[in-house]
């Protein structure tokens, strides 16, 4: 407990009289017994390059596929159902969406079309079309594009072929009729790949809009590739996604991964977009299409106005792949990384403090896995070889709870500032049940590292607080591409409770990392023209936005509630969060020691019909935050069932 308040304790009774319904509960909130502040950087979010959470979630680009890393073969495109989920919830029936093979088809003829090697424009192919020269259309076309109607889209394509296979006509397209569609006419096509913009105006909202790019010429035609994203992007990245992203004010995103960046090569993300190379995703079943790397990561995070937290590859990569990422995003402009990225149109450093080493490198699943013994050597090596670069670098090493973390404190304390853990909650069959399970693991994970400092020498005189770097609940089917689980109004419940945790263990977390924040377990869900959040997203928008700083004592019988309560930096605010997983009213007696309530409050409360009320983009909110002031604080706390309420008073 760092610091005492001065005030005298007035014992102000918010209900005294009417009592709770088990006649059990008395809790007193005290204002003179606090403990470390919470740090910020509990509310971190995380996104991998994994389904489609960046792509199709957050980045704008509409277009399957675009630079043709499956070849176009004329057969329909084939996409992966979803399977039923375990646990109660098994879904409502929405696809998977998981693309298998090429999502583009053919205008003519399927023999008009091969996939060309020499002179591929980027990858390992590129479609060539051949021209009959009798007027008919051939080309390629791509549907199931959400269009928008009135919306603006602006794109590029690049083109090489024969001088007569102009004029090219680029249309999107919305409808069955003649004038369902907006053109770009494209009058001469150069033997050499050349890049010429396109933009349309939808004249009609559909969710199986085309691109179709056509020739009635004569020769050959090559699609080197092609973009189309809505004309509102933010250099790229989608407006209705960013704009969430915003109201979840998150104060630092850990990426590329998780798993994946145990397979990346963190170069294929450089230089002109339309020239990296497409990959199958080293980790996860889709695509990894390169067309965000770390430019377009570092572009968002200024944006959104957050800080980086990159994760290096120490699964199939190493330490000199490590520090020479480092010394391209932090390096001089004279250093030989800082040259190439400048030359790849940013001079000044980025100076991004915190850096993960490596990814769940314990796991049999990790690329590049290795014993626990080796392990160590590679993260003390990895480590040493940043900190020849950057010497004031952050290094987040790899933990998990038992003997990996253990060996990590014991062999590398001089190679780490946190370290980071891995959770997931699984549902369970009653909401009691199904929230606590985030206050134990929680709660497990603190002591257990508390046992370490007490254990491990190496640690003494260090302060080497956890990361909770992934932590989220993980069930039911994929209703938002791979890995897109649904959450609901339960979930919403155990992750207020789970922040009610982080702040109890203040001396013990620094950093945690909601996994992830779109679409993949994520926060925020999107069709793909609408962006939502999820109950989850609604607490920890809530939480960042209204909760206070430092800790106070909540003690006595709260049971079934979960109630944490916080003074602001200034101690003139206090905010008690109070979950209720019942499905009944509990009235909550109260007691305030140390500080006097000035009247009236706030209250925010988050709740639903039931445990599996839910939000989806598109559709009215299920579960919503309501604002209502509070009369002076006299009388009961009546918390309704299934519910997270904030309360806010001012303090004199
Ligand atoms: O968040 C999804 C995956 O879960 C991450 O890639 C991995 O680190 C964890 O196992």
Same mark, same amino acid.
């Given at each position: ?13 918010? @209900? ?23 740090s910020r950087y509990i509310y971190g979010q995380f996104i991998e390059h994994l389904g489609r959470c960046i792509y199709g979630g957050m980045w704008a680009e509409m277009l399957e596929d675009r630079k043709f890393y499956y070849p176009v073969t004329g057969e329909a495109p084939a996409w992966d159902m979803y399977k039923p989920g375990t646990g109660s919830w098994k879904g409502d029936g929405h696809p998977y969406e998981l693309l298998m093979r090429s999502p583009w088809m053919v205008i003519g003829d399927k023999t008009t079309?091969?996939?060309? &090697? ?12 051949? @021209? ?9 076309? %791509?549907?199931? @594009? +959400? /269009? ?5 889209? !602006? ?8 001088? %007569? ?5 680029? #249309? /999107?397209? $919305? +409808? ?19 890049? &010429? ?15 179709e790019i056509v020739s009635r010429g004569k020769g050959h035609l090559e699609v080197g590739t092609v973009s189309l994203m809505p004309a509102d992007n933010l250099f790229g990245w989608r407006s209705d996604t960013v704009a969430l992203v915003k109201e979840l004010d998150a104060p630092v995103y850990r990426w590329p991964g998780g798993n994946f960046v145990s397979g990346y090569d963190w170069k294929d993300g450089l230089g002109d977009p339309d020239r990296r190379p497409p990959r199958k995703n080293p980790a996860w079943k ?83 896995? *290795? ?33 990996? #973390?253990?060996?990590? @404190? ?14 997931? $909650? ?24 508390? =046992?370490?400092?007490?254990? *491990? ?13 992934? $932590? ?53 869900? &999107? !069709? ?6 999820? &109950? ?11 909760? =206070? ?5 909540? #003690? ?18 206090? !905010? ?15 007691? /305030?020691?140390?500080?006097?309530? !000035?009247?009236?409050? %706030? ?47 001012? /303090?004199?």
């Amino acid at each position: 407990m760092k610091k005492a308040l001065t005030c005298t304790t007035v014992g102000l009774s918010l @209900l005294a009289r009417r009592g709770n319904a088990a006649g059990e509960m008395q809790v007193t909130i005290d204002l003179t017994k606090t403990a470390e502040p919470i740090s910020r950087y509990i509310y971190g979010q995380f996104i991998e390059h994994l389904g489609r959470c960046i792509y199709g979630g957050m980045w704008a680009e509409m277009l399957e596929d675009r630079k043709f890393y499956y070849p176009v073969t004329g057969e329909a495109p084939a996409w992966d159902m979803y399977k039923p989920g375990t646990g109660s919830w098994k879904g409502d029936g929405h696809p998977y969406e998981l693309l298998m093979r090429s999502p583009w088809m053919v205008i003519g003829d399927k023999t008009t079309i091969s996939m060309v &090697t020499d002179d591929a424009y980027v990858g390992d192919h590129t479609p060539r079309i051949s @021209l009959a020269g009798n007027d008919k259309p051939r080309g390629l076309f %791509q549907e199931r @594009l +959400g /269009l928008v109607e009135g919306k603006e889209y !602006t794109g590029r394509i690049v083109l090489a072929g024969s001088s %007569q296979a102009a004029p090219v006509e680029v #249309s /999107l397209v $919305w +409808g069955g009729g003649a004038n369902d569609r907006d053109t770009v006419i494209i009058d001469e096509i150069q033997a050499n790949y050349t890049k &010429t913009s396109i933009s349309f105006t939808a004249n009609q909202s559909t969710d199986n809009g085309r691109l179709e790019i056509v020739s009635r010429g004569k020769g050959h035609l090559e699609v080197g590739t092609v973009s189309l994203m809505p004309a509102d992007n933010l250099f790229g990245w989608r407006s209705d996604t960013v704009a969430l992203v915003k109201e979840l004010d998150a104060p630092v995103y850990r990426w590329p991964g998780g798993n994946f960046v145990s397979g990346y090569d963190w170069k294929d993300g450089l230089g002109d977009p339309d020239r990296r190379p497409p990959r199958k995703n080293p980790a996860w079943k889709g695509i990894e299409h390169n067309d965000v790397g770390l430019h377009e990561f570092l572009a968002l995070c200024r944006e959104i106005n957050t800080e980086a937290f990159i994760a290096v590859n120490t699964g199939l990569g190493g330490a000199e792949a490590a520090a020479e990422e480092i010394e391209y995003v932090n390096g001089a402009p004279e250093t030989r990384m800082g040259k190439l990225r400048a030359k790849n149109g940013r001079s000044e450093p980025w100076g991004v403090k915190w850096w993960a080493i490596g990814n769940e490198m314990y796991g049999k699943w990790q690329l590049g896995h *290795i014993p626990l013994e080796d392990y160590v050597k590679k993260h003390n090596k990895v480590v040493d070889a940043m900190r020849k670069v950057d010497p004031s670098f952050k290094p987040i090493a790899v933990g998990a709870k038992g003997r990996w #973390s253990e060996h990590m @404190l014991t062999t590398c304390s001089d190679h780490m500032d946190l370290i980071s853990e891995h959770i997931y $909650w699984q549902d369970r069959d009653n909401v009691v049940s199904h929230v606590n399970q985030a206050v134990s693991k929680i709660r497990e994970i603190a002591a257990a590292h508390r =046992g370490y400092r007490q254990k *491990i020498k190496s640690l003494t005189g260090k302060d080497i607080k956890i990361a909770l770097d992934e $932590w989220n609940y993980w069930y039911g089917p994929n209703e938002y591409g791979e890995l897109g689980t649904r959450y609901f109004l339960q979930d919403g419940l155990g992750i207020a409770v789970g922040l009610h945790e982080f702040f109890r263990n203040s001396d013990m977390y620094f950093m945690a990392n909601y996994a992830q924040t779109v679409n993949v377990i994520g926060a925020i869900k &999107t !069709t793909k023209t609408q962006a939502e959040f999820e &109950t989850t997203g609604l607490v920890l928008k809530l939480y960042r936005e209204r909760f =206070g700083e430092i800790p106070v004592q909540v #003690s006595g019988k709260n049971s079934p509630l979960d109630i944490s309560a916080a003074l602001s930096s200034d101690h003139k605010v206090l !905010t008690v969060g109070i979950v209720n997983p019942t499905g009944r009213d509990q009235a909550l007696p109260l007691k /305030l020691n140390g500080g006097t309530i !000035t009247g009236a409050g %706030q209250k925010w409360t988050l709740t639903g019909a039931n445990r599996w009320s839910h939000n989806a983009p598109g559709k009215i909110r299920q579960v919503d935050i309501v604002t209502a002031d509070v009369p002076e604080a006299t009388g009961s706390i009546n918390v309704v069932p299934l519910s997270v309420t904030l309360y806010e008073y001012m /303090l004199r």
